[in-house]
């Protein structure tokens, strides 16, 4: 435990006071010396790693390959597209090298990669030549910089961040969509299975779009403050990249054609949705899965005289979580009190604890409580192992359970603008809305009232010229005009 | 395959260009738009996860976590360890961040990450408090840029690669140190077991050791060009760090006192070594554990009334090795033919290709050819995946016995400055040879012929204390006066 003293913020009365001491006392990630960068601790990183095993055993069986590209991106390449450009420059950091360098004028300036869309295209476009090659599906781990100047929040908001990328290459449209959408299911089972967080799917508005993509699809987790956290995104991008780097194939009439492209993403802030999720007063609650220690066993006496039975009980019963395959800690230590114990580990988010006093010894049973509800149970020491496994197995999907109640609750159909502001303002959640699908009435909705269209759900029109063709479905909140689609609009972090 | 031709300069005649083609048409990596900068396509990547994965199986059950800190590291922080930025400083590239950024004044300037001893001290300085807390042992995986001016080399010298640097505090010396030389194990181990590459070990010089050291261990592998390859280092910085970044803790009297400070660091270097130790003219020669496609399955046919028996004998021998575990790719192309098959994965490393024909179909049998020595054999097609697995096996002890015995051939243990002389300009090799131990001459040995002090051998004087101590044992090669000390010399990558 970096600090002695519990969580002094309250969830319920200042969420975002509570969120930072929880991240930090929950040893996930610090600030650091340098300003909007952040340190992702052990606890933290652990996590991450999770996921990278987790993403990494869907993505390569669907026959994606991870490399490594450069993290410095020169100027003329990043502003070859130039919707791209247009909306990443402002956020972007630069470096002319060393001080010693390249002579006056031999280098041009380098962008510190705020994503590698332009980097990867230019490297891609000279690998392929006939549509055998075809098609190119690429993804890194990395990190990305991008100079935000808004307050810094821990996972949410940093300069930089830890995240993936996927690109690829496609000879056809069809095949190109349809992964679209496979990325996105894959990052639905990142959110749900391995982190507990229930996610919506969609589509983002014209204005809500990934800067040069023809369409980006996105999943969304709603906080219990009421705003949406954008979880992944996966983007198809149409021909545009390929035409401004000449990613081109002969197809099989020997016919010059660019490439399709998608580009999908997810990054470290999904732990952030994970602590504002399921983390209360005492600290973070970490499901299972995702736990560097599943189960912690703290053996309890009060005279010299019990030491040694219960401690050796304590043993026996740590060997036999990590035979069942629990990673599990003994916390022996002498010069803290169990009561202290109990509130470290609740602050460092440990799912299960194992209980053990004289009592317990005597009946050759342990006492188990869990994390997420903080619920006691008995279970006799001989099948400690398989009841232990079975439990965890409880809190990783009564996790989800619980959060997808919460979901629904938060989610709200509404047709008024009353109904509209009464959500935004008072509920709190999503509000399910006719729109207009007019990037103006967007814009003044979310000026007026804080809330920005967080998606269209899938099979209602999304592109703007669907808009404009589909046939009226109500009235739109926002304006008042008539409604040509639905979207999801909410506060947003 | 992204070149149709084969590799055209010969490993004999052409060390440096057969170099570059063999790492380019292996697919391992690139030269990329950004200078000094590489791809790590997924061939390339694929060995450096399982180095990753090798790795992390050793120093995770031995107490080290990853972790990971900014990219950026104010200007302020490489500053206060005065030795360290001497050395790092003329390499670092800087950031002022983006083109809005800070107000003026505001903001000092971010070095991009050369090595993160700085900023990994300055926070852990708040995290240690006592010494309960120690130690702290942490790793991570990253990518550094150093702004080199010389040539790029792909994975040998480039701007940017990718390592992982651990990061250790003690609350006592000699437990520090041992770790110190447990890692360098652990480095042994991947070079030898995983990649097939062996090492010697030993010391740095005083003038070769990390700025800011208190002393660096190493170890050294030989390239077939008679230069040495660095492969990894292995750092003991004693209290420097910790003094000048306040990394304190209590000890158990309640004094004061500073942690002790390992690092040590691997990097993507060592594929460069790989494919300079084992590739041949016809391409690389990956060893079995760190090849993604460990055998590929080619079938032959010369008439189309064969295709469907050999075909479909060729899918089944593919599934038996995918049951027995082994990573395999069946190729049933029909626009290539097999020998431009056999050709271009012996030019991507395969270890092990798999060859059915009409007569092989007939016999119920496949041909075995191993990349590593082109030799042939037959299996019943019904033991394939055991046979094969045999085989995968004997490749990898196979190629890292001839490696030894290489090594040992070019390792010549001298004691006149004329069997110096020879092995340096003819034999090509490590010299093993009697060193006066003084820095003015390892400088001038270098500047007349080449060679650098590469490590003194454990358990010989290696500080300059010791060496200035230590009893005369022959006559230094460099100089004439009297030797104090032994250690490798050669030339050096």
Redesign the interface.
Known sequence: M?EEEGITAKKADNFSDWYVQAVRKGDLA?Y????G??????N???V??RVQEFLNALIKPDGV??????????ES?LRKEADHFAGF?????????????EKEGE?ER?A?RPTSET?IC??VAG?VRSH?GLPVR?NQW??V?R?E?KTTRLFLRTR?F?WQEGHTFWAGKPEAEAEVLRILGFYKMVAEDLLCVPVVLGQKSESEKFAGAEYTTCMEAMMPDGRALQFGTSHHLGQGFSRAFGVKFLDPDNKEKLAYYNTWGSSTRMIGGLVMLHGDDRGIALPPKVAETQAVVIPIYFKDSQKEAVVSAAMKVAARLSDAGIRVQLDGRT?KTPGWKFNNYEMLGVPLRVEIGPRDVEKDQTVLVRRDTGEKSFAPAASIGTDASALLDRIQSDMLARARERLSRMTFTVSTKKEFLDVVENQKGFAIAPWCGSPECEKETQEKTGASTRMIPFGKPASSAEIAAAAPSGTCVGCGLPAKTVAYFSRAY
Chains 1, 2 share one sequence.
Do not use: Q
């Open positions: 970096s610090d650091s010396a340098v300003k960068c952040m340190v992702v601790k052990p933290g990183y652990y991450w790693e390959r991870n490399a490594y590209f450069p993290l410095l991106i020169p390449l420059t402002p956020e972007v950091a630069w470096t002319s090298g060393s001080d010693k360098g280098g380098l510190i980097i230019s490297e690998w055998r690429l990395c990190s910089l100079w100047t930089e830890l010069d």
